[in-house]
T-cell receptor, first 114, second 113 residues
Framework: AQSVSQHNHHVILSEAASLELGCNYS??????LFWYVQYPGQHLQLLLK??????LVKGIKGFEAEFIKSKFSFNLRKPSVQWSDTAEYFC????????????FGKGTRLHILP | DTGVSQNPRHKITKRGQNVTFRCDPI?????LYWYRQTLGQGPEFLTY????????KSRLLSDRFSAERPKGSFSTLEIQRTEQGDSAMYLC???????????FGAGTRLSVL
C-alpha cells in the first residue's frame, strides 16, 4: 500500500527565510506527485504537480519541488517565504497503479512571522 | 463561481440524528470524490464516483454512510445515526478521468454533540 510521510508537522519561519518541507512516499512505481496548499479559511488547492519529465517542477507563488526517485522523495522548497505563505501544506501521491485514488500526508502547518 | 461547491458549510447535530451533505462538482468533471479530514490529519479517501457509478468505498465508510450521484452530476453523502466520532470536515473533489488533478470544495464541517 502507498503511504506518504511529511516530516515536519509544524514549521515556524521568519519572512525571507528559505523553506524546505520534506515528503517521502513508499511505493516506487511510476508516480504522479502533488503538493496541495490550504490557506486559512480557504479550500485545498493545487500548488504544483509532477507527472513526468524534468524532476524539478515549478508551481504557483514561487514554490518548486524536486522529485528524487532514488530517495522516494518530493520535497517542497521556496527560497524566500512571505507572510502570505502561512498555510497548511499537503503532499499527495496516487495509490499504486491508480489515477483516481490519492493518498495524502498528514500535512505541515507553516507559520510565517512578519 | 465554477468551482466545486459544498453545502452546508457547517452542520451541528445531536448524536443519533441523520445528516446529508451535498456536493456540486465542476460541471464537465465526470469523477467525484468524498474525503474526510480530522484535526492534524490529511484528507482520507472515503469513496468516489465515475459518472453515476460508485466505483470504490473505503473501509472507513461504515454501513451508516451512504453516497449517491444519481444523474452523474451532484452527489450527496448521508450519515445515519451520527456518532461523536463522525465529527470532521467532509471534503468533496472532482476531476476529469485520467487527468489526475482533483479540485476541492471548501468542505462541510460536521459537529456531532
Amino acid at each position: 500500500a502507498q503511504s506518504v510521510s511529511q516530516h515536519n508537522h509544524h514549521v515556524i519561519l521568519s519572512e525571507a527565510a528559505s523553506l524546505e518541507l520534506g515528503c517521502n512516499y513508499s511505493y516506487g512505481g511510476t508516480v504522479n506527485l502533488f503538493w496541495y496548499v490550504q490557506y486559512p479559511g480557504q479550500h485545498l488547492q493545487l500548488l504544483l504537480k509532477y507527472f513526468s519529465g524534468d524532476p524539478l517542477v515549478k508551481g504557483i507563488k514561487g514554490f518548486e519541488a524536486e522529485f528524487i526517485k532514488s530517495k522516494f522523495s518530493f520535497n517542497l522548497r521556496k527560497p524566500s517565504v512571505q507572510w502570505s505563505d502561512t498555510a497548511e501544506y499537503f503532499c499527495a501521491v496516487p495509490a499504486p497503479n491508480r489515477d483516481d485514488k490519492i493518498i495524502f500526508g498528514k500535512g505541515t502547518r507553516l507559520h510565517i512571522l512578519p | 463561481d465554477t468551482g466545486v461547491s459544498q453545502n452546508p458549510r457547517h452542520k451541528i447535530t445531536k448524536r443519533g440524528q441523520n445528516v446529508t451533505f451535498r456536493c456540486d462538482p465542476i460541471s464537465e468533471h465526470n469523477r467525484l470524490y468524498w474525503y474526510r479530514q480530522t484535526l492534524g490529519q490529511g484528507p482520507e479517501f472515503l469513496t468516489y464516483f465515475q459518472n453515476e457509478a460508485q466505483l470504490e468505498k473505503s473501509r472507513l465508510l461504515s454501513d451508516r454512510f451512504s453516497a449517491e450521484r444519481p444523474k452523474g452530476s451532484f452527489s450527496t453523502l448521508e450519515i445515519q445515526r451520527t456518532e461523536q466520532g463522525d465529527s470532521a470536515m467532509y471534503l468533496c473533489a472532482s476531476s476529469l478521468a485520467r487527468q489526475g488533478i482533483q479540485y476541492f470544495g471548501a468542505g462541510t464541517r460536521l459537529s456531532v454533540l
